[in-house]
């Protein structure tokens, strides 16, 4: 069984920096391929995707417009902890945070489909002062 546990949220000052982390257990690393997603939400609205990465490492990171340049999707060298740094932190960053994995590649749309993730972890959440 896929399980995936988020931590690393927390209150943070504006123009800050944080890492998350998304612990990933049950996962079949021989699949060939895998997405791990980091999703955001904000009480009141629909969950966005705020980046992306494939499990093959030929594949570059995706990052939405709102956080380009300022978070950095890794992973530690087993692919059992997946990290996201974001950093010059900003108030509209605020919400609660998912880690998610798709048994599929990234594809171009992941960012706005949380549909086609398989497993979710349970969100942690970012508060941003300023």
């Known amino acids: 069984q896929v399980q995936l546990a988020e931590s690393g949220g927390g209150s943070v000052q504006a123009g800050g920096s944080l890492r998350l982390s998304c612990a990933v257990s049950g996962l079949d690393h021989e699949r060939e391929y895998y997405c791990v997603a980091w999703f955001r939400q904000v009480t009141g609205k629909q969950r966005e995707g705020v980046g992306n990465?494939?499990?093959?490492?030929?594949?570059?990171?995706t990052y939405s417009g709102s956080v380009k340049g300022r978070a950095v999707i890794s992973k530690d060298s087993a692919g059992d902890t997946w990290y996201m740094r974001l950093n010059n932190l900003k108030l509209e960053d605020a919400g609660m945070y998912y880690c998610?994995?798709?048994?599929?590649?990234?594809?171009?749309?992941?960012?706005?489909?949380?549909?086609?993730?398989?497993?979710w972890g349970q969100g942690i959440q970012v508060t941003v002062s300023a």
């Open positions: 998610a994995v798709s048994e599929s590649m990234c594809y171009s749309d992941y960012l706005w489909r949380p549909d086609k993730f398989d497993y």
């Open positions: 990465i494939d499990s093959d490492p030929a594949y570059a990171a």
